[in-house]
Every structure is written in structure tokens, then in C-alpha cells.
């Protein structure tokens, strides 16, 4: 089978691949779809080359079954979560692999899904409803499910309002499902050095946001707490990782609103809990910071009903299709950033 595998410094290749074996409660999945995201691009950038297959975004069809499968069947069209988990310890009787010691990702310690077929456990799989896409699957197994998972971490009402900071995929995501839960949203793209990436403030708009713009910091905060109509958004999601960013998430804020950190990025420090400028975690807004990072496995289930439920689709979000053939210019165009979501698609 074909795989893409990454030779460091910009560079990736398509190599052939032997199509794994199934174990111990592990299926093999006929790819269909398979998101580009943002952590491939890191690892795209490096300057060492890597053997693995990269992809962490699987999608596709159930082709075989390995020993003690218990439900699953061929032919059954999955999203497949990307934290495998060792299955045994604390954190992964939660459902949260993420945390656990003996975590593999997808195209990290195992073969990934930049290719025509991958092996999986079954604990991992998420059939998708009838009505529910390869590409939103695909969106399901990272993206979809982080965006999804913040804003359930942040516990939001309909009808109030989010700002979202950052709008490569995550952040569209994020617009995508907020809107779906009935949220006022404002997207925002804020430049320090770089212009404004107008065609991600566009694709924002597609994606249903109220209203999105790119602008400085300051600007950004007052368009944030103009569109709340009162003295700041009920809550924020800080997607971009950029420092610039993450220091407007406080004075976006109302009184006692709830921010979700995502973006990874920047190291410097941002947050001064007793800021007296009207800026505090403490005194001046009283706000609550959360930390979200990925989601849990079970959410999967749970984003695949709301998927269902109501009619939600990814695909406003995506920009580029390739096939795995075209992987050097699909990585060159989401590395160029100028664009929503790039996926591939296998047939
Ligand atoms: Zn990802
Ligand atoms: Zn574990």
C-alpha cells in the first residue's frame, strides 16, 4: 500500500508500504479520509527525516477483523480516535488515553494515516451515522473532537457568546460546532508581525461565524467585547498558541467568563493573575481559565450523535482535497497556511 512518510525540511514522499496485520482486538481500516493537522506541519518543518508513516486523522472501512473483536463488523464505516492507550490503566478506564503512560498516537509510534490502510484496536472506533461523512470522520478522530471537546469543557448555553481566537482548523472547527450549539461567535485572527490571512477570515464567514476579522491585539479585544454587547464574551477559545493572542483572552472576557487554552505555540509568559489594569484572573474579572487539550474517547461517541443530531458537517472548514499521490503539494498548502482544512481522500 502507499504511505507518506516525511524526509525533514519541508520534504515527504510517497513509499509502498506492507498493509499491516490486525492483533488482539485490532481491525484493519480501508482509509477514506485523512485530515493534514496542525501538529503533522511541526514535524513536516524538522529538520530530521522520519520512517513512519505520519497521519493522525483516521477514517475509512472496516476491511478486516483480528482475533476478539466483540462488535465491530467489516465493512463498517469508522472514525477512528488517534490516542490508543495501553486499554488497562486509570486514565484510560476514564476514556482519556491522552493521559495515559503507555499512550501511542497514529503516525507517531504507529504507522499513521497518510496511507491506504491502517490497523487499529477497536476500543478506538467510532462507527459513523448514515448521514455523517468520510471527511467529518476524518475531523472527528483530532480537529472536530478538540473543538468539540472545548466547548464542552467550558460547559456553554446557547445563545451566549464565544470568541474564538485563531483561525486555522481548530479554530474554524471550533466556529462550526459552536454555532451547531447555538452560540453567538466571533472569529478572530490576530497578527503581530505577519498581514491578516484574509482567506481564513473568509472561510470563517462560510463556516457561520457572526462576525470575524483579523486585527491587532487592542483591536481584537475591543471588537471581542463590542460584539459580546455587554463588558466582555461569556467565553473564549484561544486557538492560534501565539503569545499576542493568548493576551487578549482576559480582556475579552466578561466577569466570571471561561476561557479554553488549545493552541500550543508560544512559551513565553503571558498571565499575571493580579494584573491591577483591569485585566485579573483574580480581582478585576474573576474569570476561570481551563486547559483543554484533545478530548476524551468517549466524547467520540458523543460528538457522532450531535454530528447526527443536528446536521452538522466539517466540511464548510475544508479548502483542499488530494489524493495521497499529490501528499508533496497537499503538505506545501497547508504549510503555506493561506487555506482551511487540507485532507486527503483514498479510494
Ligand atoms: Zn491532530
Ligand atoms: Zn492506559
Known sequence: MKGVVFLGKRGCEVREFPVGEPGHGEVLIR???????????????????????????????????GPGIVALQVGDRVS??????????????????????????FGVAVPGSFAEHVVA????CIPLPGSVSFIDGAFMACVGGTAFGALRRLGVVAHESLAVYGLGPVGLSCVLVAKAMGLRVIGLDVIAERDVIAERVNIARECGADEAIGARGEEAVAAAREFSGTNGVDYVIETSGSATARRCVIPSLRR??????????SSEEVINPGDIH????????????????????????????????????????????????????ALRTADEGRCGKVVFLMD
Open 31 to 65: 482509509l477514506r479520509a485523512s485530515g493534514i493537522c496542525g501538529s503533522d506541519l511541526h514535524v513536516y518543518r524538522a529538520e530530521q527525516a522520519t520512517d513512519q508513516i505520519r497521519g493522525h486523522e483516521p477514517c475509512g472501512v472496516v476491511e478486516a477483523l
Open 80 to 105: 477512528v480516535h488517534h490516542h490508543w492507550g495501553c486499554g488497562a490503566c486509570p486514565a484510560c478506564a476514564r476514556g482519556d488515553p491522552v493521559a495515559c503512560s503507555q499512550d501511542r498516537v
Open 121 to 124: 484496536p477497536e476500543r478506538n
Open 256 to 265: 466570571e467568563g471561561k476561557a479554553a487554552i488549545v493552541g500550543v505555540g
Open 278 to 329: 483591569g485585566r485579573a484572573v483574580i480581582h478585576g474579572r474573576a474569570v476561570t481559565l481551563i486547559g483543554s487539550v484533545v478530548f476524551p474517547l468517549g466524547w467520540s461517541w458523543d460528538l457522532a450523535r450531535f454530528l447526527a443530531s443536528s446536521g452538522l458537517t466539517f466540511e464548510p472548514a475544508v479548502t483542499h482535497r488530494f489524493g495521497l499521490d499529490d501528499a508533496p503539494e
